[in-house]
């Protein structure tokens, strides 16, 4: 641990009820942020419901080998998530909420690592920051409620690295019943962590983790503490850990390895094949919007820092965290395709080095702190007053409520933050007013089951539809769909528990076609149809279901031209 925190952290101790204090509000923070809403809204995007479906056919069939969409294997990821969440399902039954729990408890475990980790190197305070910052940012909120691989891997990669950080000596070095003074729990643990890295997303885990720490042997010279990462023991944890899965599925699916290996990571990787094509800088938005609504209270430390004359003057633990995001951050930038979840794994390091630098003893880093809490509560505070002058007018977007609320939670929870920052209190009063900074941002959350019943909610997934087709006893096996997106199609495949195809140039005799109220109008109403909802509003999104009487073909209903029985 460095002095100036050191210094800090002994004169600046709680009291045993202040502690108690803190103890019930980080669990509340962890709870809420983590765990509350998990199954509010209905699965959203591309991946939430294919991943779901491969999980819920893994409890199915009992095959926890082979991944498998629509009855097809299917290896664009790893196996980790989809083992999760079949358990989930096992557990507590098909949901939602069974589907992003893997995504919550993956949070939770590399919040408490991390956390952890800033005790046991910067001391008390960085870690009670940080079990502020983290849990309450955008980008852990809003992975930790995704059905995806994304939390997961980031959750995997964070905790491999808290464990490297042992491994290389920079934490303290008491003999604690958790971690002996022997590195050997902390080998085992970074390859077990390293191979769950791998078995989350695939040869990714390797790369950042053995990237971050590369760097850092550069810039700090310690290359005998670096090999220490490739002992035996956690090399042995490693590949016990990874790879048996790799081994048996590419026995069982002779495609897997060109399929996973060559076309989902090195092609995505080095070519724009799958269209996720962003510039090169796509990234640094990105993370100050994960980072919400702490981005500008981040800015002004990194300003701190480059005006701070001893910036270069960086000890081995805050250069294990630079190397850590910058690799991280470089890494996904140089690739072809950019996803918003990639560079996840840098958010807890980020917080973690926000969280040191507020901190610590040095002026120049609580000024600017407070400056951006300061600068976020009046920017935020004047964005959640737009929407009630806007709703005044007709015909006002449903979300607007929300927005506000959002957007005053994020203002109050700043300005409390600066409050707590003006060195005129108490240090008892700091710490009560930097407690509750989370409470509005609680109390939004907690709250978003009721907002759930505005139609804003319900428009990115088809769960009211498919519950309305089951209730009157649909044919499933007879329903098509007419011009809908790809994830709303899979959303219907999932929740209908049947994979539900386009209606491109089959024909269909005494069938259903279902679709959206732009694309009904597409559909010609001399074709023999009958419209069995009559356009009905399933939240802010019109949906009709027709009826087939007789066999047609899309050719010919897009052209407008009069359908023809087969013969």
């Not at 980080?26 to 209905?42: D, E, H, K, M, R």
């Not at 992003?100 to 046991?120: E, G, H, K, N, Q």
């Not at 040191?356 to 600017?368: D, G, N, T």
């Amino acid at each position: 641990m460095t002095n100036e925190h050191s210094t800090i952290d002994s004169a600046n101790s709680l009291s045993t009820a202040a502690r108690f204090g803190w103890a019930v509000m980080i669990f509340v923070t962890l709870a809420v942020c983590y765990f509350s809403n998990l199954g509010t809204i209905g699965f959203a995007g591309p991946d939430e419901p294919r991943y779901a479906w491969i999980a819920r056919d893994m409890a199915e069939t009992g095959d926890w080998v082979t991944p498998r969409l629509y009855g097809k294997p299917w290896f664009e990821k790893p196996v980790l998530y989809y083992w999760m969440a079949a358990a989930s399902f096992k557990l507590f039954g098909v949901s939602e909420a069974a589907a992003r729990l893997p995504s919550a408890i993956c949070a939770l475990f590399a919040t408490l690592a991390l956390a952890w980790l800033a005790w046991r190197v910067y001391g008390e305070e960085t870690a009670r920051w940080l079990l502020l910052l983290l849990p309450t940012s955008v980008g852990m909120i809003g992975f930790s409620h995704a059905a995806s691989t994304d939390m997961p891997f980031s959750g995997m990669v964070t905790i491999a690295m808290v464990c490297a950080a042992f491994v290389l000596g920079l934490a303290r070095n008491e003999n604690t019943p958790i971690l002996p003074r022997t590195p050997w729990l902390a080998l085992l643990l970074f390859g077990f962590f390293l191979g769950l890295a791998v078995l989350a997303k695939g040869p990714a885990g390797v790369i950042l983790c053995g990237g971050g720490v590369f760097f850092w042997a550069i810039f700090t010279e310690r290359w005998r503490d670096a090999f220490r990462l490739l002992h035996p023991v956690a090399i042995a944890a490693f590949c016990a850990t990874a790879l048996p899965w790799y081994i048996l599925c590419a026995r069982r699916n002779p495609d897997f390895f060109r399929i996973f290996i060559i076309e989902h990571n090195f092609k995505r990787y080095l070519t724009p094949e799958f269209q996720h094509i962003q510039p090169f800088w796509y990234y640094a938005p990105v993370l100050l919007v994960e980072l919400l609504p702490w981005s500008l209270i981040a800015v002004g430390l990194f300003v701190a820092w480059c005006t701070d004359k001893s910036r270069f003057d960086i000890d081995a633990k805050t250069c294990f965290l630079l190397s850590w995001v910058l690799f991280c951050g470089a890494f996904f930038s140089v690739s072809k395709s950019k996803l918003p979840g990639y560079v996840l794994p840098a958010l807890p390091a980020i917080v973690l080095l926000a969280s040191s630098a507020l901190s610590s003893s040095r002026r120049i880093y609580s000024r600017m702190g407070a400056a951006g809490s300061l600068a976020t509560g009046v920017i935020f505070g004047m964005i959640a007053l737009l929407p009630v002058l806007i709703s005044s007018r007709r015909n006002s977007f449903v979300a607007l409520p929300f927005i506000g609320g959002l957007f005053a939670a994020f203002a109050i929870a700043n300005l409390i933050l600066f409050a707590a920052s003006l060195k005129r209190f108490s240090f008892t009063a700091r710490m009560l007013a930097q407690m509750f900074a989370a409470v509005p941002l609680l109390l939004l959350f907690a709250g978003v089951s009721k907002a759930a019943n505005h139609h804003w909610f319900w428009v990115k997934s088809p769960r009211a539809v498919a519950a309305a087709l089951s209730e009157e006893n649909i044919l499933i096996q007879n329903l098509r769909t007419f011009h809908l997106r790809r994830d709303t199609q899979y959303a219907l495949s999932f929740y209908l528990h049947a994979e539900i195809t386009g209606w491109e140039n089959d024909k269909i005799a005494d069938g259903y076609l279902l679709t959206d109220g732009r694309s009904c109008k597409e559909l010609d109403a001399r074709l023999g149809c009958e419209n069995v909802w009559d356009k009905r509003d399933f939240g802010n999104s019109i949906w009709s279901l027709l009826k087939i009487k007789r066999e047609i073909s899309a050719d010919r209903s897009a052209g407008g031209g009069q359908a023809q029985q087969e013969k």
